[in-house]
């Protein structure tokens, strides 16, 4: 366990990627969350459920998909199918086809066969709550448990996908190129109250005005809080690449 001290020590050690100091990054985030807030009173999860087992197969479905298209398919399957067991029992094969439109049938099909299979066998049939049960479900990362944990079970979570990612950085929140040290970084500046709706506008925010390729930096709320509202989006501050990844750490780098 940390002691009172290196917690401290960690605390006055975490600076953004433009050496604001933690209480300067709080401060300018939670304005961003204001700004967001009142431009976007109507964001929401643009998935279709009324349960968090529906809630998990839409989101297991919507990678590398539309969110449209995973409501098209999802309607009919989920007046159908209604438990964990009746869903584990649908024959592979027969899922796949059910899902075909969505992309990646085969993987998919078989996250929700095990998820759900996991689910009626060791969970009661319901989907667990918590971050370390959800992540020994097949097709379930972190960003999917915290969708489960914001919008199934009215908890807090940091979702990190690619509009999060992206605007993060542009902001400069973080400097993380990874999405679990994204949102651990996040978790630091944002209060822990606020996560699922921080998470919840920026998401917005990527749908409708800050776009990957061209941002619409002129219209945006958050512009005068934004390090990259001059550069239109460009980040000209370092950012952890990881190796992988790794092109030019100095070069100005989109999204
Ligand atoms: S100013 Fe531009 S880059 Fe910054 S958040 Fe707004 S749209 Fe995105």
């Not at 590398?64 to 009919?76: G, K, M």
């Amino acid at each position: 366990m940390m002691t009172k001290r290196a917690a401290a020590t960690k605390t006055k050690a975490f600076t953004g990627p433009l050496g604001e100091e933690l209480g300067e990054l709080r401060k300018r985030a939670l304005r961003v969350l204001r700004a967001l807030r009142k431009a976007y009173p109507d964001a929401h999860v643009p998935l279709n459920y009324t349960s968090a087992l529906e809630l998990m197969i839409a989101t297991i479905l919507s990678a590398q998909c539309t969110d449209e298209r995973v409501n098209e398919v999802t309607a009919p399957l989920f007046k159908k199918y209604r438990t964990a067991a009746q869903w584990s029992h649908i024959p592979l094969p027969k899922l796949e086809k059910l899902i075909y439109s969505t992309g990646f049938f085969r993987s998919k099909a078989r996250s929700i066969h095990e998820a759900t299979e996991d689910i009626a066998k060791f969970h009661g049939g319901g989907v667990p709550k918590t971050m370390d049960e959800l992540l020994t479900l097949r097709g379930i990362g972190r960003k999917s448990a915290n969708i489960l944990i914001a919008h199934a079970f009215g908890g807090d979570g940091i979702i990190v996908d690619t509009h999060f990612s992206r605007i993060s950085r542009r902001l400069g929140l973080t400097a993380e190129m990874d999405p679990t040290k994204i949102e651990f970084d996040l978790m630091e500046i944002v209060p822990r109250k606020r996560w699922t709706e921080f998470a919840l506008l920026l998401n917005w925010h990527g749908r409708v005005t800050c776009y990957a390729r061209k941002p619409e930096c002129e219209r945006c709320v958050a512009r005068k809080k934004c390090p990259a509202f001059e550069t239109r989006g460009a980040i000209t501050w370092k950012v952890k690449i990881p190796a992988s990844k790794k092109r030019s750490e100095d070069k100005t780098i989109w999204s």
